[in-house]
T-cell receptor
């Protein structure tokens, strides 16, 4: 498709388990962002990729959170030993500079930790 | 540091009435400003953006916003609300240089009453 694709759309996991969330950005977009959206908290920045490197990881809330990007394309956000407070919608966005800067968002992955 | 404040987490209007969603920002450099809309269980869709030039920006679905530097504001308006406008609206400022990430406000949920 032409948009940012995220999978799965919904994930229910048990507390303490690890989860992987996937993001396929728009082809040719070099920048990729992960955000977390919790009820009443707006969108919280997690991490930014330029190509395969992550120059800004300042938003990752703990060392249980990590992310990687391969081939300048697909990115995976991994949460280890999930906790109930990790329950949120995780949004991925990609961007480019052509026609002025803008970010395109995926539909998100709704993570529920039970 | 850049930040965004959206006044009013919930706004309710009647169909056909004026929509006014408030956004104030703080930025040490000329800002790039955005409004995004999020319909239930969907990702974020760009409504409009201000980068440089004309301070009155027109977006999709009849929305517009005016950048007022003296007031550090970027309020979103629509002359006549439709039922289909019911959604959550997010104002964001782009941090230039570095990760160029978007910093979001906490969002305003718009309800349109028949």
């Amino acid at each position: 498709g032409a948009g940012v694709s995220q999978s799965p759309s919904n994930k229910v996991t048990e507390k303490g388990k690890d989860v992987e969330l996937r993001c396929d950005p728009i082809s040719g977009h070099t920048a990729l962002y992960w955000y977390r959206q919790s009820l009443g908290q707006g969108l919280e920045f997690l991490i930014y990729f330029q190509g395969n490197s992550a120059p800004d990881k300042s938003g990752l809330p703990s060392d249980r959170f990590s992310a990687e990007r391969t081939g300048g394309s697909v990115s995976t956000l991994t949460i280890q030993r999930t906790q109930q407070e990790d329950s949120a919608v995780y949004l991925c966005a990609s961007s480019f500079y052509g026609e002025g800067w803008r970010a395109f968002f995926g539909q998100g992955t709704r993570l529920t930790v039970v | 540091a850049q930040s965004v404040t959206q006044l009013g987490s919930h706004v309710s209007v009647s169909e056909g009435a004026l929509v006014l969603l408030r956004c104030n920002y703080s930025s040490s450099v000329p800002p790039y400003l955005f409004w995004y809309v999020q319909y239930p269980n969907q990702g974020l869709q760009l409504l409009l953006k201000y980068t440089t030039g004309a301070t009155l920006v027109k977006g999709i679905n009849g929305f517009e916003a005016e950048f007022k530097k003296s007031e550090t504001s970027f309020h979103l308006t629509k002359p006549s609300a439709h039922m289909s406008d019911a959604a959550e609206y997010f104002c964001a400022v782009r941090i230039q240089g570095g990760s160029e990430k978007l910093v979001f406000g906490k969002g305003t949920k718009l309800t349109v009453n028949p």
